[in-house]
């Protein structure tokens, strides 16, 4: 069973227009999982697709997990205000493009980022009115196991994932709604409530 608190820190757009959702929480807790779940039951929820300098993980694709680009291109993308968000993690760079943001929201639909910490304040700086969600592991313990069983990640990355999610889990105040991902049913539950 999952827990939602609710803060109620960002401001409420007016009624009829949709809100930007941003989900965040440490690395691990399995951000990607809830909104797969909910994406599959729901696939009018549109997930804006951030731009990355990672390479590709084995099953990811172009234009679905992300953008796949080089350094230069991100380079322009960040000189250029094209991203409404980016953050560098793991010695990689992450940003979401601005305009499909935006034309989502002008069209009318509600939309989900998915992004980490520093990715959530800077949309929080520029884009008050977001509804921040936080995702929290049911213990410390249990997001340890989550992300040395990956078998992605080498050692000194998981290592340095670790050190970041210390970071992360003590910024959980600054969002409006804390979930604990015991059951990615009952949390994409949730998060699709708060999308409505």
Avoid at 105 to 130: F, K, S
Avoid at 153 to 180: G, M, Q, Y
């Amino acid at each position: 069973m999952s827990t939602a608190v609710s803060r109620g820190t960002s401001p409420v757009p007016p009624a009829g227009q949709p809100r930007l959702t941003v989900l965040s929480g440490p690395s691990g807790v399995g951000k990607s999982t809830v909104v797969a779940h909910m994406r599959k039951a729901h696939p009018e929820v549109w997930l804006s697709v951030s731009a990355t300098t990672r390479k590709p993980r084995p099953g990811e694709r172009e234009g679905v997990q992300y953008f796949f680009v080089e350094d230069e291109e991100f380079d322009k993308l960040v000189a250029n205000g094209e991203l409404l968000e980016w953050a560098e993690f793991a010695g990689n760079r992450y940003g979401t493009p601005r305009k499909a943001v935006l034309d989502r929201l002008e069209a009318g639909e509600p939309v989900l980022l998915e992004i980490d910490l520093q990715g959530a304040r800077q949309v929080r700086e520029t884009m008050p009115e977001a509804q921040l969600v936080f995702l929290a592991p049911p213990s410390w313990d249990e997001l340890v196991r989550r992300l040395t069983g990956r078998g992605t990640e080498s050692p000194e990355v998981i290592e340095r994932r670790l050190k970041v999610a210390k970071i992360e889990l003590a910024a959980e105040s600054e969002f409006d709604t804390t979930l604990v991902n015991t059951s990615v049913e009952d949390v994409a539950r949730e998060l699709l409530a708060l999308l409505s």
